[in-house]
């Protein structure tokens, strides 16, 4: 990103909203984002990680929050269940693994073809055929429905692309 970032703020459009006095108020920082909840250890002896310490954030977006709040759900849930430290850590990584990783593997995927800019050109042109298509894929990659919700068919139900939104009003 720091070699990209320079030649980013000279794109004409963005370069023309900043305006022609811009300048940076500090130096360009990044840090990785950890988006491998399917690679890293979940527990240690008699502690759970959750959030970012499971590496658990969206490949595609970085966001984390969503999975952060979930983790620490399924950690409670995995503590009150009133079994052994070592059963409490194993249902604590099934239960994660469940919920989280057939969904991180997708991004993965989705994220290596969208790298190619012709597969990217063809899923934007086919995100916004219809008012349908754009407004599902919206929910989709901002993870209003499960990632990989198409290929896990123990999540399908008859209104899965009908159901309220994150935001008033919208429905699938």
Do not use: C
């Amino acid at each position: 990103m720091n070699a990209q970032w320079p030649a980013l703020l000279a794109t004409p459009h963005i370069a023309a909203a900043l305006g022609e006095h811009a300048v940076a108020e500090s130096p360009h920082r990044a840090w990785p984002i950890p988006a491998r909840v399917d690679k890293v250890a979940l527990t240690a002896p008699r502690t759970l990680f959750v959030g970012d310490a499971a590496a658990a954030t969206d490949v595609m977006t970085g966001e984390g929050i969503a999975q952060a709040l979930l983790t620490g759900e399924l950690a409670a849930r995995a503590v009150i269940s009133g079994a052994t430290a070592e059963g409490v850590r194993a249902r604590y990584e099934e239960s994660v693994k469940h919920a989280l990783f057939a969904d991180h593997r997708m991004s993965v995927a989705l994220q290596s073809v969208l790298a190619r800019p012709r597969a990217l050109d063809v899923a934007v042109r086919a995100a916004g055929l219809t008012g349908w298509t754009r407004r599902n894929f919206a929910r989709w990659l901002f993870e209003d429905y499960p990632r990989a919700l198409l290929l896990t068919p123990r999540r399908w139900h008859r209104k899965m692309f009908g159901a309220a939104g994150a935001y008033r009003g919208v429905t699938g």
